[in-house]
C-alpha cells in the first residue's frame, strides 16, 4: 500500500482547503492525521471502507468532512473555516484488514503517506 498526500498550501484564516491521498492496493479504514511543530500527530479524521461511517476530532468537528472515492483509490478531506490553529503537517494512513471500530491512534495504522503541510495565517 502506498500513499500520496496532496493539496496543501497557504490560506488565509476562514479559508477552505482540499485533501486529497491517492492510494495503491485495498485499504479498509483511512484516516487523517496532523502534527503541529513541537506537538505529536493527532488524530483528525476516518472513514470506514464504504463511507458510511465517520469519526472526527473534537477540535475539527462541523468543519472538516472526510470522504473517500475507492473507485479512483483516493480520500478526501475538506476543511472550511480553517483557523491559525489548524496549521500542521497533514498525513493520511490506511488500516489493512477488517477493524470493528475506527481507529484514532496512530499505534492502529499501517501505512503513511509522507504529509503534506498547511498553513493558516490570521
Known amino acids: 500500500v502506498q500513499l500520496q498526500a496532496s493539496g496543501g498550501g497557504l490560506v488565509q484564516a476562514g479559508a477552505s482547503l482540499r485533501l486529497s491521498c491517492a492510494g495503491s492496493?485495498?485499504?479498509?479504514?483511512m484516516g487523517w492525521f496532523r502534527q503541529a511543530p513541537g506537538k505529536e500527530r493527532e488524530f483528525v479524521a476516518a472513514i470506514n471502507w464504504s463511507g458510511t461511517s465517520t469519526d472526527y476530532a473534537r477540535s475539527v468537528k462541523g468543519r472538516f468532512t472526510i470522504s473517500r472515492d475507492n473507485a479512483l483509490k483516493t480520500l478526501y478531506l475538506q476543511m472550511n473555516s480553517l483557523t491559525p490553529e489548524d496549521t500542521a503537517v497533514y498525513y493520511c494512513a490506511a488500516v489493512v484488514g477488517y477493524r470493528p471500530r475506527l481507529p484514532t491512534s496512530t499505534s492502529e495504522y499501517h501505512y503513511w503517506g509522507q504529509g503534506t503541510l498547511v498553513t493558516v495565517s490570521s
Open positions: 492496493g485495498r485499504m479498509y479504514v
